[in-house]
Nanobody, 125 residues
Framework: EVQLVESGGGLVQPGGSLRLSCAISGFTGDDYTIGWVRQAPGKEREGVSYISPMDGVTYHRSSVKGRFTISSDNAKNTVYLQMSSLKPEDTGVYYC??????????????????WGQGTQVTVSS
């Protein structure tokens, strides 16, 4: 019933920007956390950015701080990941995921209740 649908991925040159979107539907809870989790080829999944849409609190991993911005439009039930100054090492499949736990727990554990299908981000010349 809960659906998360990512969009916005694609091919971009180093230094470029992309905005990813995550459309959320079917979730009836009042408190939740959205995480953006990426998986580079041959690598384990890595949580990169998190948001608590109810209060707007956000957190980013150090490797993307200053380059990525996460935000939510609660009226549209959509979470965004604005990625700037992209590097080749940012390449990977980016997943939007939802947890009913609070942000600090999600950021520590990277465990989620629902996942989107992923969207490919490729940073290459």
């Amino acid at each position: 019933e809960v659906q998360l649908v990512e969009s916005g991925g694609g091919l971009v040159q180093p230094g470029g920007s992309l905005r990813l979107s995550c459309a959320i539907s079917g979730f009836t809870g009042d408190d939740y956390t959205i995480g953006w989790v990426r998986q580079a080829p041959g690598k384990e999944r890595e949580g990169v950015s998190y948001i608590s849409p109810m209060d707007g609190v956000t957190y980013h991993r150090s490797s993307v701080k200053g380059r990525f911005t996460i935000s939510s439009d609660n009226a549209k039930n959509t979470v965004y990941l604005q990625m700037s100054s992209l590097k080749p090492e940012d390449t990977g499949v980016y997943y939007c995921a939802l947890s009913d736990a609070r942000l600090e727990i999600v950021a520590a554990m990277d465990e989620y209740d629902y996942w989107g299908q992923g969207t490919q981000v490729t940073v290459s010349s």
